[in-house]
């Protein structure tokens, strides 16, 4: 058994939580439901959940028959129920290609998610109504593997790699429960993952005769460099959200890791503050500090405004040579930015390219726009004085930009070294 196991394992105490708080909420939510049923799923069903989780995926499923045309309608008829049953928590409803809601309830995050009840995913109408057959394919699965598919989520949680949303482009966790089902254990789909080249085919279940799935599937759907074939779904690609940074990034890890295994890499390192000063500072670096109150929005979307700030202000601050851009975000409205430059000071002068000497309309424009210009390589260039030079101005010129304005509430803290 891998030594690593024990740290991410639920225990028997936290099974034990997890299955009374499961069983108590179904059933004052089914004994309200008329002609449909509440049913766990998402990791928890699967057996596939990590110690220290406490999110829970309840899925009500509505008979496909009756419901197969009023689909769009699912959302609005639990809504009510819900309010009913816990009028002391705050209900949050998320807004979707199907509304769903959320919830707390005896310490634990609870998604209440409508579906429609099918037995084939043809018969899907909304990508959801799939889960219980992603449910039934990974819980037929050996306790054994399962552990192996423990291991793999929390390398990817650890290490940035875990997600599917549209600000991570990660792994999804039915991503990694089809991979490590693949290839057998955990490090096996380490090693495996260094052979890979781009445009890789998992297709466990065989849909597809030789591997030639990429001549089969809709080209939109392989345009993610590794191509994993849902079981149950032998038209959709699971791993189509992946970027080809975080594959990297994947192959990378899986190197080091296999090279000297250790349980770093099952630790999610948290960035704070004082040990960010002192690991910048140590590096003779400099850097910048930011905290900003997000607006509102579903997840995905605050993330992805995060991720486009965090973008806009690399290029704002390219000229001190980023060396580092990433975020803190525990999904609260506070969210935290952190740079390292090499230095605190960017040149007074900049040369600004132009148009080629060809182009006599948008010579005669860009010399209006600029006074000191010079011919290079049958180009037209220009000198540009900086009036602000130091990190810290171009940090709050920056911020204040409408780019960024747009998508904050505030910002609540800079503070720059």
Known sequence: MNPFLATIKPTAD?????????????????????????????SGAKGTWLSGNHDLDIFVLFPLRKYASRSSELSGIIEPILQKLFPQQQLKRVHGSRDYFKLMYEGFNIEVVPILKITRAEQAINITDVSPLHTKWVSAKSASLKDEILLAKQFCKANGLYGAESYIYGFSGYVLEILVSNYGSFEKLLRASLKWKKNKVIDV?????????????????????????DPVDKSRNAAAALSYEKYLLFQ????????????????????????WKADVQRRSHHGAWIRLLMLDGKE????????????????????????????????????????????????AEEIKPGPPLSLSSFVADFKKKNKDTFVEKDRLMARVK??????????????????VVEKIVSVRGVIVL
Do not use: C
């Open 14 to 42: 936290e099974q034990k939580h997890v299955k009374a708080a499961t069983v108590s909420f179904l059933k004052k939510l089914n004994a309200n439901l008329t002609n449909a049923t509440a049913i766990l799923g998402g």
């Open 205 to 229: 279940e065989t849909h597809y005769p030789q591997k030639n799935a990429l001549f089969h599937l809709n080209q939109s759907k392989v345009r993610s460099p590794l191509v994993v074939i």
């Open 252 to 275: 990378q890890k899986a190197k080091a890791y296999l090279l000297k295994p250790a349980a770093d890499y099952f630790v999610k390192k948290e960035v704070l503050f004082e040990s």
């Open 300 to 347: 995905d979307v605050v993330g992805v405004k995060i991720t486009k700030i965090v973008h806009f202000l690399e290029k704002e601050l390219a000229p001190f040579g980023i060396l580092k851009a990433d975020f803190v975000w525990d999904k609260s409205s506070l969210v935290t930015l952190y740079f390292e430059m090499e230095k605190k000071q960017r040149e």
């Open 386 to 403: 900086i009036n602000k030079v130091l990190l810290a101005e171009n940090v709050k010129i920056a911020l204040k930009k409408e780019y």
